[in-house]
């Protein structure tokens, strides 16, 4: 059962939507916040990203910058650039991109339901910036990143109360500089808010496809806080996987670990048939693509390379448990600071250039990991490689928050 209830949500007024929505606060470094906010200072970085709005040496996790965040939201609320609903709505928050629309549902979830496990994890958390997301929470009084979850589109009454919820006109839609169309319809009838808890009430379970720091932090704040006010629940949007794209998720390493390139190459054909290519990305789920010497090469399972597992099938842990362990010696892809990591918006053209340029020295394109490998490994309980999923377009911030006062 999937518990959702409205809020009093705090958004930009209409007409100042295209001012306030901002590029989620994790994608962008603070000389890029600063600079947004130098040209733009109702961006609601100014409230996620408030380190950008002191000096240069300021501590990024350091009290002041917290404190900067409460006043620059106290800002935005008392210059009218954001207001408060006087009554709790849910909200449909739809963005189209190259053609492609999806639809979530910004609600509050319970964080019984998180503590509980129905609200299911595939990540772990680093304790640094979990602490990061309690800290802003705390200082703010308010959840202003959303938690991206989905759940499998089976469901027609979540089809139908969706449905219904979003025959109404929307408070704004604005397209922003990277050709995506953000638009929030504002759900604010009794029976179509029903019909939709209802409909939730029917789905078993919720996945976590990004924002396990979010919900962790939801999680501490509400125990703190003894469930106090609104802290028991935290801000979600509630997307079908029908609508979901992933896009892969790269690697580049800086070198080779000791091998030359025809050495590595051979390591490499012991586990994998390799056949050199024109085609920079894999042509289907379960091969991996390598760049390497300016020549792109496709790297297909040898029989019982592949494990019978939900986590070990994925081909990013077939790619770290054959290759960038044994060979490459990166056993922590999460602190080996040898391996990055390129999201799939950037292009086969960034892995190219970076070892083309002697950045790196080999390069691996992925398939991307589907939305059903992603529920599997959450339905066993299960860990996925870190960085196994892109989402795209990414979810903006400062569309709708949730005060839990």
Avoid at 270 to 296: C, I, K, N, S
Wanted: aromatic fraction near 8%; glycine fraction near 8%; charge should be negative.
């Amino acid at each position: 059962m999937a518990e959702i209830r409205p809020f009093r949500g705090v958004r930009p007024a209409d007409a100042l939507a295209g001012d306030l929505i901002a590029p989620p606060y994790d994608v962008l470094d603070r000389a890029e916040a600063r600079a947004i906010l130098a040209a733009n200072p109702r961006s609601f970085l100014a409230v996620t990203r408030a380190d950008a709005t002191l000096p240069a040496d300021s501590d990024a996790h350091g009290a002041p910058v917290y404190a900067a965040a409460r006043a620059n939201l106290d800002r935005l609320l008392a210059q009218g650039d954001l207001v408060q609903d006087d009554a709790a709505c849910f909200y449909l928050y739809s963005q189209t991109w190259k053609g492609r629309t999806q639809t979530g549902l910004m609600a509050a979830c319970s964080v019984d339901e998180y503590d509980r496990g129905d609200i299911k994890k595939h990540e772990l958390t680093r304790p640094t910036k979990e602490q990061d997301r309690v800290d802003h929470v705390t200082a703010l009084d308010a959840q202003t990143g959303l938690v991206f979850l989905a759940f499998r589109d089976r469901f027609d009454a979540v089809r139908g109360a969706m449905a219904q919820a979003a025959d109404r006109a929307p408070a704004w839609s604005v397209t922003t500089d990277d050709g995506v169309t953000h638009t929030l319809t504002v759900v604010a009838d009794p029976a179509a808010i029903s019909a939709l808890q209802h409909a939730f009430a029917g789905v078993p379970a919720l996945y976590i496809a990004d924002g396990h720091h979010r919900s962790a932090a939801a999680s501490r704040v509400a125990a703190a806080r003894q469930g106090a006010g609104s802290s028991g629940w935290f801000l979600a949007g509630i997307f079908p996987d029908s609508e979901l794209q992933v896009l892969a998720y790269n690697r580049r390493v800086a070198d080779l670990n000791g091998h030359s390139p025809e050495s590595f190459r051979a390591a490499v054909a012991e586990r994998f048939v390799l056949t050199d290519t024109d085609q920079a990305a894999p042509p289907r789920r379960g091969t991996v693509t390598m760049y390497l010497g300016g020549q792109w090469t496709l790297l297909e399972p040898r029989p019982g390379v592949v494990p019978d597992d939900p986590v070990g099938s994925l081909d990013v842990a077939v790619l770290q448990d054959n290759v960038l362990g044994p060979l490459l010696g990166i056993d922590n892809p999460r602190t080996d600071e040898r391996i990055e990591f390129v999201g799939g918006i950037r292009g086969a053209g960034a892995l190219t250039a970076s070892v083309d340029a002697g950045q790196a020295a080999v390069a691996f394109h992925l398939y991307p990991t589907a939305m059903s490998q992603l529920f599997d490994v959450a339905d066993a309980d299960r860990l996925m490689p870190p960085k196994s999923t892109w989402f795209e377009p990414k979810l903006r911030g400062g569309v709708v928050a949730h005060r839990i006062l």
